[in-house]
C-alpha cells in the first residue's frame, strides 16, 4: 500500500532507474572488489533487519491513515546501545527501504550480482504485507509469496544507513580508543596533498563523544560541507513536513492575477514532474479557476517578496547558483540539466510567470506582458502547488550539493525565525538556530548556506557535532540531514569514489573551492561502531591528490577496530 503523502518518492523512482543504467558498466568492473565486503555487511545486518521489520508491523499500520499536518512519521525508538530505525519510519524519510538503505545502492547490488535487492518487502517466511518501500524487485506487492512469484532472493547490499548505533539486544561492540584512532590516522592527515593547514575530528554518534581531533577547535573555510549546517538549522526551524507552495492570487476588483513565489528551489516546468511542485499543474487549475469565475483576459505579475536584498550572491553571477530569488522555474537553468553547473536565464522570476503565460494560453486564458508586484491580503488564491515534504529538499540538495535549494533553505529558516531573509539574514538565522541546538559554534561564520562563500568558517568539531545531532534519537526530524549524505561508490558527489571496500559504508558531503578541499559524514568501522567525521584543509594545490587523501582518511575509518 502506497501512503498518499509518500507518493513522490514513488515519482522520483525513474531518476534511480536511470542512475543505475549510466554507471552500470563502471560498477560491473568494481564487483570483484566491492562484492565480498558488501556480502559481509548483509549477513551483518541480517539479524537485526528481521528484528526491526517485526517490531515496526504494527508503527507501520498506524502510519498509513497520517494525521492533518503530519505528513511524514519520524518517529525513531531509542535502543540500549543507541538508535534503531523501524521500517515505517525510514520508508516515510526518504529513498529508503527497511534496512534504512538507499534504493539505489540496492538497486547497486542487482546490477552487480544480476539477483535481487536487499529488501523486497518481505520477511523471511515470505508473508506478505511486511513492509519496506518499493523498488526494483517487486517490494510492497501483496498475495502470494514473492519466492512462489518466482522473484529474486535478496542480494548483497551496502550496509545500512545507521548500522553501528545498535538495536534490539545486541550490543554493539566499544568505541575505538583515541590512541588507537590517532596511530591510524595522523599519518593519513599528514600526507602533503592536505595543504598546508589542516583540522580533523572524529565522533562516536552514539554517544556524542569526540574520539580524535587534530585543530578540531580550529575554524577553516567548509565550501560545501556549509550544507549540513544549512541542513539542520532548516529542519529545526520548519520541521522535516514542512512544504514550500507556490500559489496564485486574484486581485478584486482591478482583475490582477499575481504569481505569488513561495521559495520553492525545486519548483519544475517539466512536462514529468516526478514529485516535484509542477507549474503546469498550476497553470491547469488557475486557468480552470479563472474561467468559472468568467475571465478569459487578465493582467498578470508575480511577487517574489518572500526574500529581501540582493538576489547576486556574493561571488556574482555563476553557473553554479542562479539568482536567488523566491520565485524560480528548474533553478533558472538554460540546459534542461537538473543538477551541476549550468548557464542560468538571467532573471528568473520573470522567466518563470513567462512560462506561466504560455500555459494559461494553452488553457484560452490570455495575459498582459508580466511585471513584478506585490499580492495584497485581500488577494483571493485561485490555486497553488506545494513542495515535497521539506526532507525531500534536504537529501536532494545533500545528495547533489545543490547550491540554489541550500540558499533557499538558508532564507526558508530566515523567514521561519523571523530574520530578514537576505543573504546576512540567513546567515545569522541559521546561526541562531545552531546556537538552540547548543552546538559548538565558536569561530562559525555563516555567510551563505551553500558553501560558496570564501568567508564561511566552520570547525572540525561543529561538522561531528551536526552529524551526531542528526543522529540523536531525540531529534528525529533532523535525520534527513544523514540519509541526503552522497553515498560512497553509489550517489552524488561520491557516486564515483571508493570503488574499493568502502563503497557504501563511507557517507560524506564533499566541499571544493580552489586550495580548498573538505569532507565530512559517517562511517562505519570494522567493529560495527557508527562514527562521525570531518576533515578541513587549506591551501591545497593538487586538487585530485587532496581528495584521494581525504578518501584514504575516511576509508582507514571503515578498517580499524581501533580499540
Known amino acids: 500500500m502506497i501512503v498518499p503523502e509518500l507518493r513522490p518518492w514513488r515519482a522520483a523512482r525513474p531518476h534511480v532507474v536511470r542512475a543505475v543504467d549510466a554507471v552500470r558498466p563502471r560498477l560491473a568492473r568494481a564487483a570483484e572488489v566491492v562484492r565480498p565486503r558488501l556480502a559481509r555487511a548483509a549477513a551483518a545486518a541480517k539479524p537485526q533487519v528481521v528484528r526491526l521489520?517485526?517490531?515496526?508491523?504494527?508503527?507501520?499500520?498506524?502510519?498509513?491513515?497520517?494525521?492533518?499536518?503530519?505528513?511524514?512519521q519520524y518517529t525513531a525508538g531509542a535502543a540500549t546501545a543507541g538508535l534503531a530505525l523501524a521500517v515505517g519510519v525510514v520508508t516515510a524519510a526518504g529513498p529508503w527501504d527497511s534496512t534504512g538503505q538507499r534504493t539505489a545502492e540496492r538497486d547497486r547490488a542487482v546490477a552487480l550480482d544480476r539477483t535481487g535487492g536487499a529488501d523486497h518487502g518481505r520477511s523471511d517466511d515470505t508473508s506478505p504485507g511486511s513492509g519496506g518501500s518499493g523498488g526494483s524487485g517487486g517490494s510492497g506487492r501483496s498475495g502470494a509469496s514473492d519466492t512462489a512469484a518466482g522473484a529474486p532472493r535478496p542480494a548483497p547490499s551496502a550496509a545500512s544507513v545507521l548500522t553501528g548505533l545498535g538495536g534490539g539486544k545486541t550490543p554493539v561492540k566499544s568505541a575505538p580508543s583515541s590512541t588507537a584512532l590517532a596511530r591510524v590516522l595522523d599519518p593519513l592527515l599528514a600526507d602533503p596533498a592536505?595543504?598546508?593547514?589542516?583540522?580533523?575530528?572524529?565522533?562516536?554518534?552514539?554517544?556524542?563523544?569526540?574520539?580524535?581531533?587534530?585543530?578540531?577547535?580550529?575554524?577553516?573555510?567548509?565550501?560545501?560541507?556549509?550544507?549540513?549546517?544549512?541542513?539542520?538549522?532548516?529542519?529545526?526551524?520548519?520541521?522535516?513536513?514542512?512544504?514550500?507552495?507556490?500559489?496564485?492570487?486574484?486581485?478584486?476588483?482591478?482583475?490582477?492575477?499575481?504569481?505569488?513565489?513561495?521559495?520553492?528551489?525545486?519548483?519544475?516546468?517539466?512536462?514529468?514532474?516526478?514529485?516535484?511542485?509542477?507549474l503546469r499543474t498550476l497553470a491547469d487549475a488557475t486557468a480552470a479557476a479563472l474561467k468559472k469565475r468568467g475571465i478569459t483576459r487578465a493582467t498578470l505579475s508575480y511577487d517574489t517578496t518572500l526574500y529581501a536584498g540582493s538576489e547576486v550572491h556574493p561571488i556574482g553571477v555563476n553557473p553554479n547558483l542562479a539568482r536567488v530569488t523566491a520565485l524560480t522555474v528548474d533553478e533558472g537553468r538554460t540546459d534542461g540539466s537538473t543538477s551541476g553547473p549550468a548557464a542560468r536565464v538571467p532573471?528568473?522570476?520573470?522567466?518563470?510567470?513567462?512560462?506561466?503565460?504560455?500555459?494559461?494560453?494553452?488553457?484560452?486564458?490570455?495575459?498582459?506582458?508580466?511585471?513584478?508586484?506585490?499580492?495584497?491580503?485581500?488577494?483571493?488564491?485561485?490555486?497553488?502547488?506545494?513542495?515535497?515534504?521539506?526532507?525531500?529538499l534536504v537529501e536532494r540538495m545533500l545528495t547533489n550539493s545543490d547550491n540554489d535549494i541550500a540558499e533557499a533553505l538558508a532564507r526558508q529558516t530566515a523567514v521561519a525565525t523571523g530574520a530578514r531573509p537576505d543573504f546576512a539574514g540567513a546567515g545569522k538565522a541559521v546561526h541562531a538556530q545552531l546556537a538552540e541546538l547548543g552546538l559548538p559554534l565558536a569561530g562559525a561564520v555563516f555567510k551563505d548556506g551553500s558553501g560558496l562563500n570564501r568567508?564561511?568558517?566552520?570547525?572540525?568539531?561543529?561538522?561531528?557535532?551536526?552529524?551526531?545531532?542528526?543522529?540523536?534519537?531525540?531529534?528525529?526530524?533532523?535525520?534527513?540531514?544523514?540519509?541526503?549524505?552522497?553515498?560512497?561508490?553509489?550517489?552524488?558527489?561520491?557516486?564515483?569514489?571508493?570503488?574499493?571496500?568502502?563503497?557504501?559504508?563511507?557517507?560524506?558531503?564533499?566541499?571544493?573551492?580552489?586550495?580548498?578541499?573538505?569532507?565530512?559524514?559517517?562511517?562505519?568501522?570494522?567493529?560495527?561502531r557508527l562514527l562521525a567525521f570531518a576533515v578541513l584543509t587549506s591551501d591545497t594545490t593538487d586538487p585530485t591528490a587532496a581528495q584521494t587523501a581525504l578518501d584514504r582518511t575516511a576509508t582507514a575509518l571503515t578498517t580499524c577496530g581501533c580499540t
Open 53 to 72: 521489520t517485526q517490531a515496526a508491523k504494527p508503527q507501520l499500520a498506524r502510519i498509513t491513515r497520517p494525521k492533518a499536518g503530519r505528513t511524514l
Open 347 to 392: 532573471d528568473p522570476a520573470a522567466e518563470a510567470t513567462r512560462t506561466f503565460a504560455e500555459l494559461l494560453r494553452a488553457h484560452g486564458v490570455g495575459t498582459t506582458a508580466p511585471g513584478p508586484s506585490k499580492a495584497t491580503k485581500r488577494a483571493v488564491t485561485l490555486a497553488s502547488v506545494s513542495s515535497p515534504p521539506l526532507a525531500a
Open 194 to 278: 592536505l595543504g598546508a593547514g589542516r583540522a580533523a575530528a572524529v565522533v562516536d554518534v552514539a554517544t556524542g563523544k569526540r574520539l580524535y581531533g587534530v585543530g578540531a577547535d580550529r575554524a577553516f573555510t567548509p565550501a560545501s560541507t556549509t550544507k549540513i549546517a544549512t541542513a539542520v538549522a532548516a529542519l529545526s526551524a520548519m520541521g522535516a513536513d514542512h512544504r514550500l507552495t507556490t500559489r496564485v492570487a486574484l486581485e478584486p476588483g482591478t482583475g490582477e492575477v499575481v504569481l505569488v513565489g513561495g521559495g520553492d528551489p525545486t519548483l519544475t516546468g517539466r512536462r514529468t514532474a516526478e514529485g516535484w511542485a509542477d
Open 455 to 528: 568567508e564561511n568558517r566552520l570547525t572540525a568539531n561543529l561538522l561531528t557535532a551536526l552529524l551526531a545531532k542528526a543522529g540523536d534519537p531525540d531529534r528525529p526530524d533532523l535525520r534527513p540531514a544523514l540519509t541526503g549524505l552522497p553515498v560512497a561508490g553509489f550517489t552524488g558527489t561520491l557516486s564515483t569514489r571508493y570503488t574499493d571496500g568502502a563503497a557504501g559504508i563511507v557517507r560524506a558531503k564533499t566541499g571544493t573551492l580552489t586550495g580548498v578541499n573538505t569532507l565530512a559524514g559517517t562511517a562505519v568501522d570494522r567493529n560495527g
